[in-house]
């Protein structure tokens, strides 16, 4: 074989090695996704999401304390600031007295009722004393009028007798009318009292009402933080005049923070709810990878539900590819190892079931979300409530 002729052989057998390498690759990539790649989607466009828990004032007041800044960690309770409580305080005794006055004045209520049972009895025991001389003075008025007509008595003689008549009649109707005053003033006094004791009256209890909001009022003088987090956003000043509903600030609870990744409508075919997922931070790098699942999928596209929605029916349209968010929920052990903050970037892979059904949502049978950092002052009013009851039935 000459030179002339070998170069080209040579030349063929380089492409054809060339072209074997890459059909190999094509074969290759061709298995890896039948049997790997197909079964994952992934995107970039995916962000930390978590609650911003704002921390808003329930009654109005001048701020003197902030115990909390921005980037601190606080706990469900701490107290994050504290409004002047003068004019609190000064409500509260007010209560405090109302509710004693109320107590004593319903007490008197059932004391006047033994009164004037004890009035009706005297009533009823004068009535009868009046009934039997008017009986007697009637008795001598008959048989003075059998001796007048045979001249045994005198006409002045008859004439008192018939005066005794009529005083001891007048005696009987003032004693009936005292007894009906008595009895008219019992009921109504039983008419408020019935079915109740002192403690339960109505009175009693509108007044203990009135203090229990006090209470309440003075103890919203300090505002707690509502669940553990990170202060973010903090804007009140020491001195400002807030009103109820005013922001102060933010607290982001950190630990149970979930990603909103945004996939192609295309990659949507074969997601549900619970297939896992792995993510990378763009925070940490490849170093930290985090392992999910998918919580749910929107109910609509990003564009759905913009402030100012595509107009696709102007007749001026171009298609775009539609992205629809999908919540992934992060394992809390690793979040805690490394935490992450809102608004970070994500890289999610999805590893999807072709052949899967899609799942249906469990109902849910607790909040997504509660707290009782603002419950201890019920307890602690509730007492109090009590001990002026109590203080004052003594007395």
Do not use: C
Not at 1 to 7: C, D, G, L, P
Not at 248 to 259: N, R
Not at 370 to 394: C, M, P, V, W, Y
């Amino acid at each position: 074989m000459t030179a002339s002729t070998a170069k080209p052989a040579l030349r063929r057998r380089l492409m054809l090695a060339t072209l074997a390498v890459f059909v190999l690759i094509g074969l290759a990539y061709a298995a890896w996704w039948l049997l790997v790649g197909a079964h994952y989607e992934s995107t970039d466009d995916a962000y930390v999401h978590g609650d911003l828990v704002q921390v808003t004032p329930q009654i109005s007041g001048t701020v003197v304390a902030i115990e909390a800044e921005d980037t601190e960690t606080v706990a469900s309770g701490q107290t994050l600031v504290r409004l002047d409580p003068a004019d609190a305080d000064i409500a509260l005794r007010q209560a405090e007295a109302r509710l004693a006055q109320a107590v004593r004045q319903v007490r008197t209520l059932y004391v006047q009722n033994d009164a004037l049972q004890a009035e009706i009895d005297a009533q009823r025991a004068a009535v009868q004393r009046a009934q039997t001389d008017l009986a007697r003075a009637e008795t001598d008025l008959k048989r003075r009028q059998a001796l007048a007509a045979s001249g045994g008595v005198s006409g002045e003689e008859l004439l008192h007798a018939r005066t005794a008549v009529k005083a001891a009649q007048s005696d009987v109707a003032l004693a009936r009318a005292a007894q009906a005053s008595a009895e008219a003033k019992l009921a109504t006094n039983a008419a408020l009292t019935r079915g109740t004791d002192i403690a339960n009256h109505p009175d009693v209890r509108a007044a203990a009402s009135a203090l229990r909001q006090a209470w309440l009022d003075r103890s919203r003088t300090d505002l707690p933080a509502p669940v553990d987090g990170m202060v973010a956003r903090r804007s009140v000043q020491v001195g400002q005049r807030v009103s109820p509903g005013t922001p102060l600030m933010t607290v982001v609870p950190l630990g149970q923070v979930w990603v909103e990744a945004n996939f192609k409508e295309g990659q949507l075919r074969h997601m549900r709810v619970g297939q896992p997922a792995t993510l990378v931070a763009d925070m940490y790098g490849d170093d930290v990878t985090y392992h999910g699942r998918i919580a749910g999928l929107d109910a609509g596209t990003g564009s759905a539900f913009a402030l100012l929605p595509a107009q696709n029916a102007s007749g001026n349209w171009i298609k775009v590819v539609q992205r629809v968010p999908v919540r992934i929920a992060l394992d809390p052990e690793e979040l805690k190892a490394h935490p992450l903050r809102v608004g970070l970037s994500m890289e999610v892979e999805v590893d999807v079931d072709p052949d899967g059904e899609a799942a249906e949502p469990e109902p849910r049978t607790a909040p997504i979300w509660s707290t009782r950092a603002f419950e201890a002052a019920h307890d602690q009013a509730d007492a109090l409530i009590g001990k002026i009851i109590s203080e004052n039935l003594a007395g």
